[in-house]
């Protein structure tokens, strides 16, 4: 009797999970994607409804100095949780109204649970299917990404070349424990984080001289080249470690 309940808990603990519990997770951040997008609720994450809105939403702040920054909080990781691509102008409204310090804080907090919340999601789904259908040296490359995954989280986080729902969902296709993608998420996007709070932190007198011009403020007028080569510097220094571990292995590892 013992050992049928112990092999029918064993195939329990085997048993793969229906194709509907894997996939109802990312089920539900296309879902809500869809319908934030059906909503227009995109309208509100751009500089055109801060610029317009500015007043109103400082003053609300000031009215409410606890709920303000943790309903932003809320938003900020349930907005990259359904993989709106409006991390940066967040960002931005973050520095703006509640300065670069407690903004980029808030941001890197919120955006690090958001994107834990969304690599779950992608990796229930799609766990296995990369090692299933690719063989040779991409998957010798896979391999290495599983090998040493927080330093390449953290060169993919420094350096935003790719968007920053890409990066949370593209690591769910390889073996990476939640604590190291949530590790090399949080310090990766701390200079960027800081950096875009900052620049929204100034972001008034922008609006202003936009205004004054008669156009509307874009990123642009933010983002320098000086600032794209900062972010490219800080991505080639995390980066050394990885290329000096490869170098330093053998032909045969």
Same mark, same amino acid.
């Given at each position: 009797?013992?050992?049928?309940?112990?092999?029918?808990?064993?195939?329990h603990?085997?048993?793969?999970?229906?194709?509907?519990?894997?996939?109802?997770?990312l089920?539900?951040?296309f879902?809500?994607?869809?319908?934030?997008?059906?909503?227009?609720?995109?309208?509100?994450l751009?500089?055109?409804?801060l610029?317009e809105?500015?007043?109103?939403?400082?003053?609300f702040?000031?009215q409410?100095?606890l709920?303000?920054p943790?309903?932003?909080a809320?938003l900020?990781a349930? *907005?990259? #949780?359904?993989?709106?691509? !409006?991390a940066?102008?967040?960002?931005?409204?973050? $520095?703006? /109204?509640? =300065?670069? &310090?407690?903004g980029?804080a808030l941001? *890197?907090i #919120?955006?690090?649970?958001? !994107?834990?919340?969304?690599?779950l999601?992608?990796? $229930?789904? /799609?766990? =296995?299917? &990369?090692?299933?259908?690719?063989?040779?040296?991409?998957?010798?490359m896979a391999k290495?990404?599983?090998?040493d995954?927080?330093?390449y989280?953290?060169v993919?986080?420094?350096?935003?070349?790719?968007?920053?729902w890409?990066?949370?969902?593209a690591p769910?296709?390889?073996n990476v424990p939640?604590?190291?993608?949530?590790?090399?998420t949080?310090?990766g996007?701390?200079p960027g984080?800081?950096?875009y709070?900052?620049?929204?932190?100034?972001?008034?007198?922008?609006?202003v001289?936009?205004?004054?011009?008669?156009?509307?403020?874009?990123?642009g007028?933010?983002?320098?080249?000086?600032?794209?080569?900062?972010?490219a510097?800080?991505a080639l220094v995390?980066?050394?470690?990885?290329?000096?571990?490869?170098l330093?292995?053998?032909?045969?590892a």
């Amino acid at each position: 009797m013992t050992m049928m309940q112990t092999t029918g808990n064993d195939h329990h603990a085997n048993a793969k999970p229906s194709p509907v519990k894997r996939f109802l997770p990312l089920l539900i951040v296309f879902a809500g994607l869809a319908g934030g997008y059906g909503l227009g609720l995109h309208q509100y994450l751009s500089l055109e409804f801060l610029s317009e809105s500015r007043g109103f939403l400082r003053g609300f702040v000031v009215q409410n100095p606890l709920l303000a920054p943790l309903g932003f909080a809320v938003l900020y990781a349930t *907005a990259v #949780a359904f993989s709106f691509p !409006a991390a940066s102008i967040l960002t931005l409204f973050a $520095g703006f /109204l509640f =300065g670069w &310090l407690l903004g980029g804080a808030l941001v *890197a907090i #919120a955006a690090t649970i958001g !994107a834990s919340a969304v690599f779950l999601a992608a990796r $229930g789904a /799609l766990s =296995g299917v &990369l090692a299933q259908k690719i063989g040779g040296r991409v998957s010798r490359m896979a391999k290495g990404f599983e090998e040493d995954a927080f330093n390449y989280l953290l060169v993919l986080r420094l350096a935003p070349v790719f968007p920053f729902w890409v990066v949370n969902i593209a690591p769910a296709l390889f073996n990476v424990p939640l604590r190291t993608y949530a590790t090399a998420t949080f310090l990766g996007i701390l200079p960027g984080t800081f950096a875009y709070a900052y620049l929204g932190h100034g972001l008034d007198s922008v609006i202003v001289a936009a205004a004054e011009a008669g156009r509307e403020v874009t990123l642009g007028d933010l983002v320098t080249p000086q600032l794209t080569f900062a972010f490219a510097a800080l991505a080639l220094v995390a980066a050394i470690p990885v290329a000096v571990k490869k170098l330093r292995r053998s032909p045969d590892a």
